[in-house]
T-cell receptor, first 114, second 119 residues
């Protein structure tokens, strides 16, 4: 069974810092990997989706990389802002599935203070 | 685009009550919808996959008679928690994939979740 681990569990940084969130998964046979943001008591907002054939995706200040063979992904946030404070979740869609089910990590709770 | 609406956002009810949660894709058609449950500081756990016009597929350990899923149209799936008890209290989130294309490579679009509290 696919297991997804996220490190660190929590991170607190001052505004302006560049930071890296880590995600690892046990089964490298994936279709894609997705990063989400979750605000307290809310649903998920999709940030970036990386197909298994891709190595990275960028959106604004966010950059996600994927090393499928080693089972790792990183989310890089440049010039962090207080509005970036949220929980960031990593999820993988396993290979061989046409239904696109997702396996989630427990998330990294990010706090950016002014 | 790709907005998913979930209703209600918060429910408090007595033990033994049945509660229905709706998940609607507002601006796209979704053949497949997913229902997740999330306990505090835990990850999202897939409960079931809902397919329009057919029976839902439940994950191991999820009681299908307890959590009834109906996906009667391409824009609506419902989850009914029957005879809810305090241990069913949780955050329930639905997601939907757009119809068409390679299903497994389509992103999932999530609702805002429903917080269920059973007294």
């Amino acid at each position: 069974k696919q297991e997804v681990t996220q490190i660190p569990a929590a991170l607190s940084v001052p505004e302006g810092e560049n930071l890296v969130l880590n995600c690892s998964f046990t089964d490298s046979a994936i279709y894609n990997l997705q990063w989400f943001r979750q605000d307290p008591g809310k649903g998920l907002t999709s940030l970036l989706l990386i197909q298994s054939s891709q190595r990275e995706q960028t959106s604004g200040r966010l950059n996600a990389s994927l090393d499928k063979s080693s089972g790792r992904s990183t989310l890089y946030i440049a010039a962090s802002q207080p509005g970036d404070s949220a929980t960031y979740l990593c999820a993988v869609s396993p290979g061989g599935s046409t239904l696109g089910r997702l396996y989630f990590g427990r998330g990294t709770q990010l706090t950016v203070w002014p | 685009g790709a907005v998913v609406s979930q209703h209600p956002s918060w429910v408090i009810c007595k033990s033994g009550t049945s509660v229905k949660i709706e998940c609607r894709s507002l601006d796209f058609q979704a053949t497949t919808m997913f229902w997740y449950r999330q306990f505090p500081k835990q990850s999202l756990m897939l409960m079931a996959t809902s397919n329009e016009g057919s029976k839902a597929t439940y994950e191991q350990g999820v009681e299908k008679d307890k959590f009834l899923i109906n996906h009667a149209s391409l824009t609506l799936s419902t989850l009914t928690v029957t005879s809810a008890h305090p241990e069913d209290s949780s955050f329930y989130i639905c997601s939907a994939k757009k119809t068409g294309g390679v299903v497994s490579n389509q992103p999932q679009h999530f609702g805002d979740g429903t917080r269920l509290s059973i007294l």
